[in-house]
T-cell receptor, first 115, second 113 residues
Framework: DQQVKQNSPSLSVQEGRISILNCDYT??????FLWYKKYPAEGPTFLIS?????DKNEDGRFTVFLNKSAKHLSLHIVPSQPGDSAVYFC??????????????FGKGTKLSVKP | ETGVTQTPRHLVMGMTNKKSLKCEQH?????MYWYKQSAKKPLELMFV???????ENNSVPSRFSPECPNSSHLFLHLHTLQPEDSALYLC????????????FGPGTRLTVT
């Protein structure tokens, strides 16, 4: 059973508008969440993260929101640019047991930003 | 060379072959990881090495054999693979295990025929 879910495999947005990428998780022991971006033929690159003690973290055009009660996080990109077109992975990190520090990834959402 | 590099970038091998994937990190990190990404599946953690010692093996079949001779190099030795092992194999490194961001290499696209 997937512990980190990205239910939208793809998203298409017009340049200049907001992109909202969603992620749900099931394990309440996750205490740190990350977003990675992946271009074709490249490995994932770290984008932004948030600790479970916060509900928002902002870095330039990228903002991540965390709703712990709903076990939901989202990545907002404003304004969206064509260069943002990539696959975005949500990842969560557990804070217990032998898996401490290991990342659990979602399947990814492919974002296409149209000029 | 900077960051995390992986060679080869593409590999086609038969089920009876033996091959190795190589990963090198130039970031001064102490932890290295192997991940597998199959089509339409999330990235799956395979192995974790911390200070050249394997600290996690995620129930990976023995036909995959990792080796970490030093903190900068990581290998994945492959033998008698199955077609379902065809996937993108990604290497990553981090300053240490735990609360540190992982930096990924570009991956090796493996096809088993």
């Amino acid at each position: 059973d997937q512990q980190v879910k990205q239910n939208s495999p793809s998203l298409s947005v017009q340049e200049g508008r907001i992109s909202i990428l969603n992620c749900d998780y099931t394990n309440s022991m996750f205490d740190y969440f990350l977003w990675y971006k992946k271009y074709p033929a490249e490995g994932p690159t770290f984008l932004i993260s948030i600790s479970s003690i916060k509900d928002k973290n902002e870095d330039g055009r990228f903002t991540v929101f965390l709703n712990k009660s709903a076990k939901h996080l989202s990545l907002h990109i404003v304004p969206s640019q064509p260069g943002d077109s990539a696959v975005y992975f949500c990842a969560a990190r557990s804070n217990y047991g032998g898996s401490q520090g290991n990342l659990i990834f979602g399947k990814g959402t492919k974002l296409s930003v149209k000029p | 060379e900077t960051g995390v590099t992986q060679t080869p970038r593409h590999l086609v091998m038969g089920m009876t072959n033996k091959k190795s994937l190589k990963c090198e990190q130039h970031l001064g990190h102490n932890a290295m990881y192997w991940y597998k990404q199959s089509a339409k599946k999330p990235l799956e953690l395979m192995f974790v090495y911390s200070l050249e010692e394997r600290v996690e093996n995620n129930s990976v079949p023995s036909r995959f054999s990792p080796e970490c001779p030093n903190s900068s190099h990581l290998f994945l030795h492959l033998h008698t693979l199955q077609p379902e092992d065809s996937a993108l194999y990604l290497c990553a490194s981090s300053r240490a295990t735990g609360r540190y961001e992982q930096y990924f290499g570009p991956g090796t696209r493996l096809t088993v025929t």
